[in-house]
């Protein structure tokens, strides 16, 4: 892969690199990605409710990461002999993972670069841990370089706070909550059913991806925030208020309103009519929460990043029952 554009604000932030500082999270012979999460983090290997982004856009599959001389000799010399001493390993695979240590230990470098410790480190291809089946994670095919302290790396997927933003987005965990809906469950034809979230339940959720590695100390906060909410009955038989189908953030950052007793004539400002019945069914109500997705890092930087959206189907039964008195 040929180095691309070098970046015009690097580093990152000022007297983020500098100095050779062991990672606390190296595995050894594996390159694995050394970024934390912290805050509203889906576990890993989760489907759980996840920011879907609206548009084409996808959080990095891949990116290069620092690693100090010390990680970066153990990584290849712990593989190098894991593979020349595997029974049965084939001879090409033993002769690959030579060539590839003979590059750093007495090749174009020289024992790792270890009489430069301090004034660099080796910048590596690492995937997203939570997009290793995607092809795109094998884009970063630069072999591991060496790059000067504060140096820009040359490619543009060198891991900066934006890099650390758009990985976030995809490790947030949303919260798994159903609409309230009045009645519930269970309502009746030509009914005004209202549909309500409460701030408390539905509130803004944040995660912190942080890198701590090699001199480089950068990280990343973002931030979803719920702005509106979109029903869709699961039939074509029934109106939806707003007649959009979306119901915004009030001003108190709830959505929609909770019914009250002496409202059964009032019109909800948020809420479905169905106007007929589900029969021996259901109607497959779908409630489509938006977010709106910022994020701040070191350095002061920080921005938008594209909407994401969360949805979550309920059953509804609907009954044909020409009149009703709710409030009794």
């Known amino acids: 892969m ?21 990672s606390a999270h190296s595995d050894a012979g594996t390159l694995v990605s050394q970024v934390t999460y912290s805050g509203s983090v889906r576990p890993r290997g989760s489907a759980g409710a996840t920011v879907q982004p609206v548009g084409d856009w996808t959080p990095p599959a891949c990116w290069y990461e620092p690693r100090s001389v010390a990680e970066f000799k153990k990584y290849v010399e712990t593989m190098y002999e894991e593979t020349i001493n595997t029974p049965g390993q084939a001879n090409y695979a ?13 090749g174009k470098y020289k024992d790792y670069n270890g009489d430069m410790a301090d004034e660099g ?9 939570d997009r290793l089946d995607d092809p795109a994670s094998m884009e970063c095919g630069e072999l591991p370089f060496w790059v000067a302290n504060n140096d820009d790396p040359g ?3 060198a891991v900066t706070p934006k890099v650390l933003a758009e990985a976030a987005y995809n490790a947030i965990q949303l919260p798994d909550t159903k609409v309230t809906l009045a009645p519930r469950d269970v309502t009746k034809v030509n009914l005004p059913t209202w549909a309500w979230l409460d701030k408390a ?11 701590d590695v090699a001199g480089l100390n950068i990280s990343a906060t ?15 038989d029934a109106e939806t208020y707003p007649a959009s189908g979306e119901c915004r953030l009030n001003d108190d950052d709830s959505i929609g309103e909770p019914y009250a007793k002496g409202k059964a004539g009032e019109t909800p400002p948020c809420g479905i009519k169905y106007l007929r019945s589900s029969g021996d069914g259901t109607f497959r109500l779908r409630a489509t929460i938006t977010w709106d997705v910022t994020w701040t890092g070191t350095g002061g930087a ?4 594209p909407d994401g959206t969360f949805g979550t189907t309920q059953d509804i039964t609907v009954q044909e029952i020409q009149s009703v008195n709710r409030d009794s």
């Open 121 to 129: 480190a080796w910048w590596v291809a690492v995937q997203n841990p």
């Open 302 to 305: 920080g921005g938008d990043l």
């Open 94 to 106: 033993k002769s690959a993972v030579g060539q590839f240590r003979d590059i750093y230990k007495d």
């Open 155 to 157: 490619v543009p997927q």
């Open 222 to 236: 973002t931030t979803a925030k719920p702005v509106s909410l979109t029903l869709e009955p699961g039939t074509g």
């Open 201 to 211: 339940t539905f509130k803004d959720v944040s995660v912190t991806a942080s890198l």
């Open 2 to 22: 040929i180095p691309g554009t070098a970046f015009a604000d690097w580093p990152p932030s000022a007297g983020t690199q500098g100095h050779t500082k062991q």
